[in-house]
């Protein structure tokens, strides 16, 4: 249970005294709490189901598979808050048996901690075994060839991630349809690499990382099944006789060393195609050792409709991550390196939106102005195409050439590039802040800066005292170019930490803007004593919210223990961000 004192004993006891099932989670589904009951119907101690997503451990479905989130009323009730029941639901025992239940969850406000949701479960049934119906192709109906070929794209076509989408489709195959699954992949240099061989033990899959791994080359003209099968020329029916003979590939002896190992006697081979009728993907071979039945054309035919949905989801996802490489690469270019001043530490990260597609406008900048002073700034064009990037990367630029060819105050130079904005067609609006740190007559080191509509500026001394930089705060560029805009000038403690981040840090769908700056600031004053490096990576860890859909980035400044007297020195070349 989580809390404190009496509140935490008697919220333990109201729901011991409970005569069902109980558990509570957090507004993301995790587990903060459990009664006896609900551990003896799980069969899993607290200990066990404290802290666990409460969808991906237990849930599950009458065959013992995962549920996609997607499809689960509970965590939906519990995301919205809202109370909710049914039944007809399969939770997984620490025994791996299934146990039927019905449920009701209902939102309740206890002094623990807010936002809890109170899950009430009971047996509906007898725990048993997940289903292990076998499916062979020659014994299904029509029915349940679609029903299988339905679930098959519905698995397949929920992510764009390749290593998951080919896992659940192992996980479907076995053991209903087999008791060995391989898969075999040709990249895009045309090498064969045998991502998985996969055996299904008691209820589970094992995977055999011993005969997994790169293959050697597809032979043009071999006659033997997995080649054939490689090249796209046809789908086979085999067993261990295929591979006694003469072998006439390395491929040849990589296959009969599967047969001998796992023991099968009868297999089919199918190739996973690809849109384009001369390319294909891989290859699918199931196999039975513990199962007697022979593999029938009917088989061939239900495993070929299989491939060729694999084959999409294959498309697509490399497609995807195609795109987002483009799109990553694209966006580390247009972002400049880092210059290197003596004693102070600098470092920045970026991480692109989730969503390929999306190439943010995101972006940063640091460089040495011509008095010596640093120069620092942050800022976010309004969009998420190519556009956005395009108007971010001349934003930037401009921002260099006024503050490099006019030593004015950090206002007077976003005022110039606020009436220059008007002129940029791929920028409507953005958020910035331009700033610049020098040494004081006292030696002290002093930032000036000026806000353009941007989040604050987050100032986390050695100490561990954290306050954001408020003052300077004016409105984002593009909305009023004729306002003055103010500056803000504050001393930075020696050994201080300065932030300067996008709002991706912060923002989150399901929170309020107050409660991602609150969040960030709590994590950046307990991590002051680190690494600035180590300090960066667990702040972007820790406080980027798991539901963000944008682009982050993040500038992070480790003031010299002491500034000596006069300007900083000049910046030279220094490498880019890690």
Not at 76 to 86: N, S, Y
Not at 88 to 116: F, H, K, N, Q, Y
Not at 369 to 382: K, R, S
Not at 436 to 443: C, S
Request: charged share 20%; proline share 7%; hydrophobic share 40%.
């Amino acid at each position: 249970m989580t809390g404190q004192g009496g509140s935490r004993e008697a919220v333990a006891r109201a729901l011991d005294a409970l005569g069902t099932g109980a558990f509570l989670t957090d507004p993301r589904g995790c587990i903060v709490g459990v009664n006896r009951r609900g551990e003896q119907l799980l069969a899993r101690p607290a200990s066990g189901l404290l802290g666990q997503d409460a969808h991906d451990l237990l849930h599950r479905n009458s065959r013992g598979e995962s549920v996609p989130r997607s499809q689960c009323r509970l965590r939906a009730c519990i995301l919205a808050g809202r109370t909710e029941q049914g039944a007809d639901e399969w939770l997984e025992r620490g025994d791996g048996t299934l146990l039927p239940v019905a449920w009701l969850a209902t939102p309740c406000d206890i002094d623990v901690r807010p936002s809890i949701t109170l899950v009430l479960f009971h047996s509906a049934g007898l725990a048993e075994r997940p289903e292990q119906q076998l499916l062979c192709g020659g014994r299904l109906s029509d029915l349940q060839r679609l029903a299988l070929l339905a679930e098959t794209t519905t698995l397949l076509t929920s992510t764009l991630d390749i290593n998951e989408a080919l896992h659940r489709l192992i996980g479907l195959l076995l053991p209903r349809l087999a008791d060995w699954a391989v898969i075999d992949l040709i990249s895009e240099e045309d090498e064969v690499l045998r991502f998985a061989v996969a055996h299904a033990e008691g209820g589970t899959v094992v995977f055999r990382e011993d005969l997994q791994g790169p293959m050697p080359p597809v032979p043009m003209e071999s006659s033997m099944p997995l080649s054939r099968a490689l090249r796209g020329v046809a789908s086979s029916r085999i067993g261990p006789e295929t591979y006694q003979g003469r072998s006439d590939s390395g491929i040849a002896v990589e296959q009969r060393r599967l047969f001998e190992v796992t023991g099968m006697h009868s297999a089919v081979v199918v190739p996973i195609p690809s849109l384009r009728d001369v390319d294909v993907l891989g290859a699918i071979t199931l196999g039975r050792a513990d199962q007697p039945e022979q593999y029938t054309s009917t088989d061939v035919a239900l495993l070929e409709d299989i491939a060729r949905r694999a084959g999409l989801s294959l498309e697509n996802a490399r497609l995807y991550q195609r795109q987002r490489k483009v799109a990553e690469t694209m966006q580390r270019h247009l972002l400049p390196h880092l210059p290197h001043v003596a004693g102070l530490g600098m470092t920045v990260r970026y991480l692109p939106a989730p969503d390929a597609s999306q190439v943010g406008g995101d972006w940063y900048d640091a460089f040495t102005l011509t008095d010596g002073a640093t120069a620092v700034a942050i800022g976010d064009v309004v969009g998420h195409d190519l556009d956005a990037a395009a108007g971010m990367a001349q934003l930037r630029n401009m921002l260099r050439a006024y503050a490099l060819s006019q030593q004015e105050p950090p206002s007077k130079i976003v005022e110039w590039l606020d009436h220059a904005i008007l002129h940029i067609a791929e920028v409507s609006m953005a958020t910035l802040i331009f700033a610049r740190m020098t040494v004081n007559e006292a030696g002290q080191c002093e930032l000036s800066w000026t806000n353009a509509g941007h989040p604050p500026p987050l100032l986390v001394s050695h100490e561990g005292l954290a306050q954001y930089l408020t003052e300077g705060h004016g409105i984002l560029l593009g909305v009023a170019p004729d306002r003055v805009r103010p500056d803000a000038t504050v001393q930075l403690p020696p050994g201080a930490t300065l932030i300067l981040y996008t709002d991706g840090l912060i923002e989150s769908p399901g929170h309020s803007l107050d409660e991602g700056l609150n969040r960030l600031r709590r994590h950046a004053a307990a991590l002051a004593h680190r690494p600035l490096e180590t300090f960066t990576d667990q702040l972007l860890a820790r406080a980027r919210p798991p539901d963000n859909d944008d682009d982050v980035a993040l500038l992070a400044m480790r003031v010299p223990g002491s500034c000596a007297r006069g300007a900083p020195p000049s910046l030279p070349g220094a490498p880019g961000p890690t």
